[in-house]
């Protein structure tokens, strides 16, 4: 590196040092968010420059002049070399869900600086390895998935324990995005009308690309787009009419069997109707909002308002219970590390990279995108007074169900907001109100709004840009909820074609249907409970999206160490024992707390006991009916099955670690011969 | 050199949306002696293969 390289990367590292100096001693008056930012880049620029290119030549040794799956095996249709900044596109597309504007957003009850210190630390050293590597080892296996590589490098017992994962996690993941549109579009006709204009809207595109512009995806999506937005800003008219307002407003039980009805009929519909169409929508809103959010961040360089730590990191949290260790790092996932992002990095990307080196900017770097994405999640969370923040994100079990109540509660947490303060809010946005709408997505809209509407002086557009937010992140969370149904019943008919071949066969349309309702029925019961938990769903469900997550992500470096191993690479096992061990530790301790927390409100099995107690009681005395003894039931019941699905996912972790070490033992004492499964080796001839 | 710019962009998005695949394909096909699926039926299979496997992240 030459002497002007070395200089410009010590300034890097000074800047990065002064940023994290400035939030580490800022006292009283309000930080300014453009310190996090900065804060936050200088270390994901020194992590791509040193730590990946350690991990791509010293760890893994991507080497160009070998060629990959996609130049040896090109056919056109899965095997492409692709350019590597539309790959690098298409990946992050991939990979960028809900997850890192929503974690964020429920981690902020603890202050802002555990969420982001995890966003970034966690990022560089754990989840953009954890992609990187997972990437370039199914590159070099041809495109391997993920369960394919369990089994050929773990174990057959892992494979199949990575794909019952999966599935696991397939349904709590669409139950819990589910649960956030479900809090986004409650009571608000103007979110609900945009989110119905959509799918026409979707089936519309949908037409133009298979019969009258084929191919024209750009066109299409304009014209999607000019829809979409006829939407958001129409939507204000139907808001203010006294006919149709009533017409889109709905409660969150009867939000819920709208999405899960969708999701049953999206789902096997054919892809090229809505579930395409709309997918590209949501990746070009996707993409240029997060570009204008940072934008708008870096213009409006707004006050963070919300403190570093707040009095939550005791435990006592309205949105979610549970201390900052083990449940920040659990709440966040995709902002710093998710195991999700393995089977993406081990689908159709491997497939279609040009050189191995490509490999450190997409798999690193995607994942090093969708951390800062976390970030300016984490800084359009701060925007807001924390009396906002609290009334917003907080359901009504924890602060009263009325106005009066919630705020006098959340005032007396030493977070001061007024009835009227909400109210004016929720009018400036376009919402009859903005209390108890937890799940993170409104609040992320209005940060989203408020920092929108402060650049380029657009104060006057605030609804249009928090209806704007609702829209984009509905939109792509509904495109997650669709997909993932499909993947759902695809592994479904996988597994139950073993037993009955016909309901393996994905052209056999009552197969499509049973097993679509087998998974929409799966995921539709955790839906319905979380919308009917006096807790808030967001409470139980989070965090068990979160264990899961990280229990695949604990899968994925299980294989990736044990693949290490027999590369021979034991003195950098650290770059994945160090993260592994981390999650292991972390899962574990979360998992326990869930399950036999003493306290209700972050213990499943405690809460289940609590209410079994008062049902006792109650009956006991005559003092309940019928109907809300048959309710209490039911959250007794779903507590327990929360507790149950927490046990076994963490039975599996620990299963699947097991039987990783065991792995180890033997190869690093020669009692098994490290055999790898490597593509042959070929020389590329296509140019650098 | 604006004009190149938005060419060069307007060029890397239709790229990027995968307006471009079919005629490779075709041209991938012919190389090969392969007679190449129709257009429609490309498209199909491409959204088929797409969505049987994880492709989109929470």
């Given at each position: 590196m030459s002497a002007l390289k070395r200089l410009s990367w010590f300034l890097v590292a000074v800047l990065g040092a002064i940023a994290l100096g400035v939030i580490a001693v800022a006292r009283g008056e309000p930080l300014n968010a453009v310190w996090l930012v900065t804060a936050a880049v200088c270390i994901y620029a020194l992590g791509y420059r040193f730590y990946s290119r350690f991990v791509a030549y010293?760890?893994?040794?991507?080497?160009?002049a070998r060629a990959t799956p996609a130049e040896r095996l090109e056919d056109g249709c899965d095997f492409i070399p692709t350019n590597k900044w539309v790959l690098f596109g298409h990946h992050f597309a991939a990979i960028a869900g809900p997850g890192p504007l929503v974690g964020p957003i429920l981690a902020a009850q603890f202050g802002y600086l555990p969420g982001t210190l995890w966003i970034v630390i966690g990022g560089v050293l754990g989840g953009c390895v954890q992609d990187f590597v997972t990437l370039f080892f199914s590159l070099r296996r041809d495109g391997r998935s993920l369960g394919q590589m369990a089994k050929a490098e773990v174990s057959e017992f892992g494979g199949w324990t990575a794909l019952f994962a999966v599935l696991a996690i397939m349904v709590i993941l669409i139950a819990v995005v589910a649960l956030v549109v479900v809090n986004a579009l409650k009571s608000s006709p103007w979110g609900m009308f945009t989110i119905a204009v959509i799918i026409p809207a979707a089936c519309l595109i949908g037409l133009y690309l298979r019969y009258l512009r084929p191919g024209r995806v750009l066109e299409a999506s304009g014209l999607g787009f000019m829809l979409v937005m006829a939407g958001v800003i129409g939507g204000r008219y139907v808001a203010e009419s006294p006919h149709w307002a009533p017409a889109f407003t709905y409660t969150s039980v009867a939000l819920a069997w709208i999405i899960i009805v969708y999701g049953f009929v999206s789902s096997v519909l054919p892809a090229w109707l809505l579930l395409a169409p709309r997918d590209y929508l949501a990746t070009f809103i996707k993409l240029g909002t997060i570009l204008a959010l940072g934008v708008g961040i870096l213009l409006a360089h707004p006050p963070m308002l919300l403190p570093p730590l707040t009095r939550f990191t005791d435990g006592t949290g309205p949105i979610f219970a549970g201390k900052v260790f083990p449940f920040c790092f659990i709440t966040i996932a995709c902002g710093a590390i998710s195991g999700f992002h393995s089977l993406i990095a081990s689908g159709t990307t491997p497939k279609l990279i040009a050189k191995e080196s490509h490999a450190r900017t997409i798999g690193y770097g995607c994942m090093m995108m969708e951390s800062f994405v976390g970030v300016m999640a984490m800084v359009a969370a701060t925007v807001l007074r924390p009396g906002f923040y609290f009334a917003v994100n907080s359901p009504a079990g924890a602060v009263g169900a009325t106005p009066e109540a919630a705020v006098a509660t959340i005032s007396g947490w030493g977070y001061p907001v007024t009835a009227q303060e909400m109210a004016d809010l929720a009018h400036r946005v376009g919402e009859i109100t903005l209390f108890?709408?937890?799940?993170?997505a409104p609040s992320l809209a209005v940060g989203m709004a408020q920092i929108f509407s402060h650049t380029l002086g657009m104060g006057r557009l605030e609804a249009i840009w928090y209806h704007f937010a609702i829209m984009f992140e509905a939109l792509f969370i509904l495109t997650v909820l669709d997909a993932g149904t499909r993947v759902g019943r695809f592994m479904l008919q996988e597994l139950l074609g073993h037993v009955a071949p016909r309901l393996g066969r994905t052209n056999w349309y009552p197969g499509v249907v049973l097993t679509s309702a087998l998974i929409v029925g799966a995921w539709g019961y955790f839906l319905l409970g979380g919308v009917r938990d006096p807790l808030g769903g967001i409470n139980s469900l989070w965090p068990l999206f979160g264990i899961s997550n990280q229990l695949l992500a604990t899968i994925a470096l299980c294989i990736a160490t044990t693949i290490l191993i027999k590369m021979g690479r034991q003195r950098y096992l650290g770059v994945t024992l160090a993260p592994l061990a981390w999650l292991v530790t972390v899962t574990m301790t979360a998992s326990y707390q869930k399950v036999w927390s003493p306290n209700p409100r972050l213990g499943f099995l405690a809460h289940a006991r609590l209410l079994s107690d008062q049902l006792s009681g109650s009956v006991a005395a005559g003092t309940i009916s019928a109907a809300r003894a048959a309710e209490i039931s039911r959250l007794i019941f779903n507590d327990r099955l929360d507790a149950t699905v927490t046990l076994i996912l963490a039975v599996l972790v620990v299963l699947v670690l097991a039987e990783s070490v065991r792995q180890w033992w033997l190869y690093a004492f020669g009692r098994k011969q490290a055999l790898l499964t490597e593509a042959p080796a070929e020389l590329s001839r296509l140019p650098a | 050199m604006i004009i190149q710019l938005l060419k060069s962009v307007w060029s890397f998005l239709r790229e990027a949306s995968g307006e471009n695949d079919y005629q490779r394909y075709c041209t991938r096909a012919g190389a090969r002696g392969e007679s190449p699926l129709s257009a429609d039926d490309f498209y199909l299979s491409r959204l088929e293969r797409k969505y049987s496997r994880p492709s989109r992240c929470c």
């Open positions: 010293r760890v893994l040794g991507l080497d160009d108890n709408r937890t799940g993170g | -």
